[in-house]
């Protein structure tokens, strides 16, 4: 696991000779789960498995989340045992992005505090810095952001882009014994829904917050448009465009899971007509259209029901 254009892929084509797709700039080719060649290090037989990032493809978190959620569910259903989990961080990122911690706590989720005995955390692309900013890099990683995993019995090992490296890393998880996930005995086990389980509810509370700042935000854009001059045609249409904007993305994150209390606010806001004044007769065309599909929706998730 990892964000999109961690070196996934890289890492399972490169440990596997597999022929995987790997991702060019930043844009994701994984955007579903798939699984490597089978191939053997020091005579076991492994399988890797590749995961989407969260929030990097064209699908909703809670759609990802739910795709390697079944996976994982049915492999155990047919007596498959994991040996852990694999999550890589490059090494050459600044900092931590919001996407990065998402991931990352989305893991620690999925596989509750005794599964993380069996999750490697591999820093890769060592090239791309000095060895100094490396491995100061490094040490802030294990005193900050990876310290609760890595006191809980996850590893942090570096990845040096050969299949050497890449097979004592596999060494590594092959050495511990085989475990099932918290994801894994919340579907299967306690017949849970993907927005009931710990990972689920974690990506609908960060999805609520992004919709509560992207509110937050129309109502000062609105506040704003109240007070520019009628006649300051340009500005009006830059806030505008703005709005649209907005608005576009709270159409996306609210497709992406259930309501919460952000959404309600969100619901209750254009109900009463607070936003409508900002565009006039074009945004009662959206109340009409899109806020129908938006609705439908919101109140659709999840799927199954
Ligand atoms: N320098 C360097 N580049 C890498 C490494 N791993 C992946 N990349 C590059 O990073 C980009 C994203 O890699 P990819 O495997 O598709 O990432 P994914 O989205 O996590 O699957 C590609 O251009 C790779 O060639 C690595 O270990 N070192
Ligand atoms: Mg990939």
Not at 22 to 43: I, P, Y
Not at 98 to 117: E, P, R, S
Not at 158 to 186: F, G, P, Y
Request: net charge negative; aromatic share 6%; glycine share 8%.
């Amino acid at each position: 696991m990892g964000t999109t254009g961690s070196g996934k892929t890289s890492f399972i084509n490169l440990a596997s000779k597999s022929t995987l797709d790997v991702g060019t700039n930043l844009k994701s080719c994984t955007e579903e789960v798939q699984a490597s060649e089978q191939f053997t290090v020091d005579g076991h037989p492994v399988v890797l498995i590749d995961t989407p990032g969260f929030q990097d493809t064209s699908k909703s978190d809670m759609d990802i989340l739910d795709s390697i959620a079944q996976s994982l569910a049915a492999w155990c259903e047919q007596g498959e045992r994991l040996g852990g989990i694999i999550y890589v961080h490059r090494i050459s990122d600044v900092r931590f992005s919001g996407t990065a911690i998402k991931n990352f706590k989305t893991l620690l989720a999925m596989c509750g505090t005794k599964a993380l005995q069996n999750v490697v955390i591999v820093t890769n692309m060592w090239g791309k810095v000095t060895p100094e900013v490396g491995v100061s890099r490094e040490q802030e990683l294990v005193s900050n952001f990876f310290k609760p995993a890595l006191e809980n019995g996850a590893l942090l090992l570096r990845h040096n882009d050969t299949t050497e490296s890449a097979h004592d890393i596999i060494r590594d998880v092959l050495s511990k014994q085989r475990v099932t996930l918290q994801i894994q005995e919340e579907i299967i086990y306690q017949s849970k829904r993907i927005g009931e389980t710990a990972a689920g509810k974690g990506l609908l509370r960060e999805l609520d917050a992004q919709v509560a700042r992207r509110l937050g935000q129309l109502q000062e854009l609105h506040e704003m448009l109240n007070q520019i001059e009628a006649d300051d045609g340009e500005t009006r249409q830059e806030l505008q465009q703005e709005v649209l904007n907005l608005r576009e993305e709270l159409v996306t994150l609210t497709r992406s899971g259930a309501p919460g209390k952000a959404m309600s606010s969100f619901r209750e806001g254009v109900q009463g007509g607070i936003f409508f004044t900002l565009l006039g007769a074009g945004f009662l065309l959206w109340k009409r259209s899109i806020f129908a599909n938006l609705f439908d929706s919101l109140f659709s998730w999840p799927p199954h029901t």
